[in-house]
């Protein structure tokens, strides 16, 4: 069973930098075919796909943020962690990360319930 | 990057209605277009993947259809749990998987 969960901090000040880690089970992040993505929801919008990174350590990141995203892995860990730099008040938002399935069409079949970020001094 | 556009943005319906929703991309994506559905405060759950391939565990009324630049998600004999926000995302782009902006199903 996959499971995956988002931790970090509530609470975030313009400017300064949010680190995320998602913490999975039920699967390996060490094969091309197999990733963990991360995504945003600001409220009441829509979902916005910030960046990925797959087993064999390719990762990509959305061209409107990449300058402020890096996305890593602790595969002995399970864990993928997301920094986004320079936070500020259009960031908040509900950030999850997702199992990616390239089995599946490269689709995020399984979600973390998602953690609350807020940028405000 | 490939943009993702869906109509309508929202749609009024009632039980047992028959519901469609289109999505189109900028370019060709094959039949690499997922869609998801998302309840109030929750995470999204996975309903079709490549284009018209159930997830499973996902009713037989959801399907999807669809090729190159433009998909449809169909509800059949809506019921009141379907009632939700529903996002197409293209995974053709090796390099960005951009998300649609959302349709809701209201009651």
Not at chain 1, 23 to 30: C, I, Q
Not at chain 1, 45 to 55: D, F, P
Request: hydrophobic content about 30%; aromatic content about 10%; proline content about 4%.
């Amino acid at each position: 069973q996959i499971t995956l969960k988002e931790s970090g901090p509530t609470l975030v000040k313009p400017t300064q930098t949010l680190t995320l880690t998602c913490t999975f089970s039920g699967f390996s992040l060490s094969t091309t075919e197999v990733g963990v993505g991360w995504i945003r929801q600001p409220p009441g919008k829509a979902l916005e796909w910030l960046a990925h990174i797959y087993g064999s350590d390719h990762k990509k990141y959305s061209t409107a943020l990449k300058s402020r995203l890096s996305i890593t892995k602790d595969t002995s860990k399970n864990q993928v962690v997301l920094t986004m730099t320079n936070m500020e008040a259009a960031d908040t938002a509900t950030y999850y990360c997702a199992h990616l399935s390239a089995t599946l069409k490269y689709s995020f079949d399984m979600w973390g319930q998602g953690t609350v970020v807020t940028v405000s001094s | 990057d490939i943009q993702m556009t869906q109509s309508p943005s929202s749609l009024s319906a009632s039980v047992g209605d028959r519901v469609t929703i289109t999505c189109r991309s900028s370019q060709s994506i094959s039949n690499y277009l997922n869609w998801y559905q998302q309840k109030p405060g929750k995470a999204p759950d996975l309903l079709i993947y490549g284009a018209s391939t159930l997830q499973s565990g996902v009713p037989a009324r959801f399907s999807g259809s669809g090729s190159g630049t433009e998909f449809t998600l169909t509800i059949s004999n809506l019921q009141p749990e379907d009632f939700a926000t529903y996002f197409c995302q293209q995974s053709f782009d090796f390099y960005t998987y951009s998300l649609g902006q959302g349709t809701r199903v209201e009651i």
